[in-house]
């Protein structure tokens, strides 16, 4: 069983900045991959950003560019740095992660507003 816990998340104005993170009880070293989702209301829940444990990422079309996915494996956590965010960022971002082909996990989410 591993635990994920995000943090991070608010409200920001359109082009400001946050940084979420997820602290995983478990060693992330070994994870075969994590990431972010999101679900905004009335929508479907959609990745985000995806890192393996080979260090490739990918990353949706609608956040290329703006947002940057990375892992502390010392911390056994896992960040989202989000740059020039805009009002349909607005969403729960929720952690997500892997440790082996049959097991996976997710958060309890955090709340992203982006709003003037």
């Known amino acids: 069983q591993v635990q994920l816990v995000e943090s991070g998340g608010g409200l920001v104005q359109p082009g400001g900045s946050l940084r979420l993170s997820c602290a995983a009880s478990g060693n992330i070293f070994s994870f075969l991959v994590m990431g972010w989702y999101r679900q905004a209301p009335g929508k479907p829940r959609e990745l985000v950003a995806t890192?393996?444990?080979?260090?490739?990422?990918n990353y949706a079309d609608s956040v290329k560019g703006r947002f940057t996915i990375s892992r502390d494996n010392a911390k056994n956590t896992m960040y989202l740095q989000m740059n020039s965010l805009k009002p349909e960022d607005t969403a729960v971002y929720y952690c997500y992660a892997r440790p082996t082909i049959v097991a996976g996990y997710w958060g309890q989410g955090t709340q992203v507003t982006v709003s003037s």
């Open positions: 890192y393996t444990s080979g260090g490739s990422t």
